[in-house]
């Protein structure tokens, strides 16, 4: 989100809409996730709120953050979409998670790039 819109993450996690809507986004991909665990046989770990919550208590104690695909997009270099969200959107897909918000994300990413 932070590529998308074109900034870092403290202004993300200061905007009661913005940080809804990533909250939503970490929700599928949560969601899908554990799919994938359970699909590896991977029974015994599962992500959830506790994991939400403490990636927020991360970003919001971090301040000015550039996330990598921002500082990539900004100096006008190659995004590594394939790999770090196009995956993400198709693993998701395939355990039947619904994955729009993310995969409306996703898309914006590969718009911007143009």
């Known amino acids: 989100m932070c590529t998308v819109i074109n ?4 202004k993300i996690a200061g905007d009661e809409n913005l940080r809804e809507e990533c909250t939503n986004v ?3 991909i949560i969601e899908a ?13 599962r992500l959830g709120d ?5 990636m927020w208590a991360h ?5 000015v953050y550039y996330p990598s695909t ?8 190659e995004l590594e979409l394939q790999f770090m969200f196009d995956e993400i959107v198709k693993r998701g897909r395939a355990y039947g998670v619904d994955m729009a918000r993310t995969e409306r994300l996703v898309g914006q990413l590969h ?3 143009k």
């Open 7 to 10: 900034c870092t993450t403290d």
């Open 26 to 28: 970490m929700e599928e």
């Open 33 to 45: 996730a554990n799919a994938d665990l359970t699909a590896r046989g991977k029974t015994k770990r």
């Open 50 to 54: 506790g994991d939400k919550a403490q």
């Open 59 to 63: 970003t919001d104690t971090m301040g």
């Open 70 to 77: 921002l500082l990539d997009f900004r100096a006008g270099s």
């Open 111 to 113: 718009e911007i790039r």
